[in-house]
């Protein structure tokens, strides 16, 4: 069952909504009530956006991206707005995923996942490499990646902290200790909020539990693990922060070279939220890639 587009209702193009007046609408599927908002130019093929561990559908550079396409945001099972159960392996949450894009009726989607979102977004390729046009990799890593079986004593150290505003542990997360990327993140922390009536709720205690579970089966080395990933043929986007102390900055390479169709931009100066402190150039470099091959209808 999906609850319809107010401004399809409508049809003015005055009523295309934007990442601050998008309605939270949901659509059920798996036995799961899935969160979601779409907005920005419809017609073209969509890009569907899967969060960082922990994260909602309020990202930061979605209005920039909505400029050419449609961008839908979903909370998946379990989390925030979603209901059911988080599940703990990125397979379950990838098949969650593609449930919820095909109750959604899309016959073919762009695909872009930010940190354990990137994990999901090579599972979805993988399950259903047919519903996946193009895939964007941002500030992730391969199954069995460098230093990915646990969180790294960075990472460690960030999230086992105390903060006088809840939101400065985004600063660390997120940006380098240089005072140019700090700078870059109290811009981001003012965007990221940008959207002040129905945001997404902060998730539930439940859901970092699941998803460590989930981040440690993916990060289990062993031989072959990255056999899976010659197997996703789409042209992929890899990007990522120079200096990325949460998913170490190697495994973006990692994937570039083991992907049959990928390139890589990393940024300088850059932390976990590479995409986050270069803004207008992340969506640049994003719309560029994905509307490449449109005029040939490719």
């Known amino acids: 069952m999906i609850h319809t587009r107010p401004e399809m209702l409508h049809g003015h193009p005055e009523m295309i909504h934007t990442h601050q007046t998008a309605p939270t609408q949901f659509v059920e599927a798996n036995g799961i009530r899935f969160a979601y908002r779409r907005f920005g130019k419809s017609g073209g093929v969509p890009l569907v956006l899967n969060q960082h561990f922990t994260g909602t559908m309020d990202p930061a550079v979605t209005n920039g991206l909505a400029k050419d396409r449609e961008v839908i945001l979903f909370n998946n099972a379990g989390v925030s707005s979603s209901s ?31 940190s354990i979102g990137g994990f999901v977004a090579q599972e979805i390729a993988g399950q259903a490499s047919g519903l996946v046009r193009k895939l964007i990799l941002v500030v992730t890593g391969p199954r069995g990646g460098e230093g990915m079986a646990s969180l790294t004593p960075e990472a460690q150290q960030i999230f086992g902290a105390t903060y006088e505003e809840p939101d400065h542990l985004w600063l660390a997360v997120h940006f380098t200790k240089s005072e140019t990327s700090q700078a870059a993140g109290r811009d981001f922390l003012k965007r990221f909020r940008l959207r002040k009536e129905n945001r997404d709720p902060e998730v539930n205690e439940k859901v970092a539990p699941a998803q460590l579970e989930a981040l440690g089966k993916w990060g289990i080395q062993f031989d072959g693990a990255y056999d899976y990933l010659k197997s996703i043929r789409q042209p992929t986007l890899v990007v990522n922060g120079g200096k990325d102390v949460i998913i170490d900055s190697v495994n973006s390479f990692i994937l570039q070279q083991q992907l049959p169709n ?29 509307s490449a091959d449109e005029r040939r209808g490719v």
């Open 84 to 114: 059911g159960e988080v599940p703990t392996s990125i397979e379950e949450m990838a098949a969650n995923a593609i449930a919820f894009i095909r109750a959604l009726e899309l016959s073919k989607i762009d695909v872009l996942g930010f």
């Open 262 to 290: 990928a390139q890589l931009i990393l940024y300088p100066d850059a932390n976990h939220g590479s995409q986050y402190q270069y803004p207008e150039l992340f969506v640049r470099h994003v719309s560029m890639f994905l």
